[in-house]
């Protein structure tokens, strides 16, 4: 199994907002792709120097080759779409990890 970890920071200004949108359009339209299994969103804790708030969005599929599908396939639209509607408000990095 591998986790699809992405790490954002949103800003404080639509953090609210952000968190709604990503639990009802963005993460269901990423479920719809049908390449993972199920996800979670957790909050890191323990950032008190940084501004806004930040996230570790988790996506778990079966296999690499599913993970490359939704890159490749899916990612860049999905990606786009949260780009345009929260540019300049976020951050993020993603990292890639196997169950073991």
């Known amino acids: 199994m591998i986790i699809y970890n992405v790490t954002i920071n949103i800003d404080d200004s639509v953090h609210d907002e952000w ?13 719809q792709t049908n390449l993972f299994v199920e996800n979670r969103i957790l909050k890191v804790l323990g950032e008190e120097d ?3 708030v930040t996230y570790s969005i988790q996506y778990t599929c079966k296999s690499m080759d599913d993970y490359e599908k939704y890159k ?3 990612a860049p639209e999905l990606q786009r779409k949260h780009t345009e509607r929260y540019k300049d ?3 993020s990095f993603r990292t890639l990890l196997e169950i073991i």
Not at 19 to 31: C, D, G, K, N, S
């Open 72 to 74: 490749n396939i899916h």
């Open 19 to 31: 968190l709604q949108w990503m639990r009802e359009v963005h993460i269901p339209e990423v479920l």
């Open 89 to 91: 408000k976020f951050v």
């Open 50 to 52: 940084m501004e806004g």
